[in-house]
């Protein structure tokens, strides 16, 4: 039987990745805040989804897997991430955050900024173990 690791050396690369990922889609979420919290929040991710899609193929996971299949999957996982996260940070952070007195656009802010970290987590699973699953390895 072969030992399964949760963690491994891929994660410092899709952290780098997602600095750049996390970076782009924030610039572009706040600057398109005014469309709201679901419409910001989507455009920015589509956008960097589209960028980590390429470099977590090639440079954090080297997949070998088919162009078409990985994109699919990907956007897959990307998508159930995306709806988990912010589906989850929007009731739980407003009333942590209400209960701190935050309010107006400040409280839609933070919200956004513990979705994209909830996002990242559930991410990288997402395309570790599903998106660019390695074949033939313990991670199977």
């Known amino acids: 039987m072969m030992k399964y690791k949760l963690l491994d050396a891929s994660i410092p690369k899709f952290l780098l ?4 990922n996390t970076l782009l889609s ?3 979420m706040f600057l398109l805040e005014d469309l709201g919290y679901w419409p910001s929040s989507a455009i920015a991710y589509v ?3 589209v960028v980590s899609f390429f470099l977590n193929r090639s440079f954090t996971f080297r997949s ?4 078409v299949p990985s994109a699919v999957k990907f956007a897959v996982s990307v998508a159930l991430c995306y709806v988990a996260a912010f ?3 929007q009731p739980i952070g ?6 701190l007195g935050v309010e107006g656009i400040w409280l839609e802010r933070f919200i956004k900024l513990g979705g994209m970290g909830l996002y990242t987590v559930l991410n990288y699973f997402g395309q570790r173990f ?3 699953r390695k074949r033939g390895t313990a991670e199977e």
């Open 17 to 20: 990745v997602g600095v750049g």
């Open 26 to 28: 924030a610039v572009l």
């Open 47 to 49: 956008a960097g989804a």
């Open 64 to 67: 070998h897997e088919a162009l």
């Open 87 to 89: 589906a989850i940070a």
């Open 94 to 99: 407003g009333w942590i955050l209400g209960l």
């Open 130 to 132: 599903f998106a660019f």
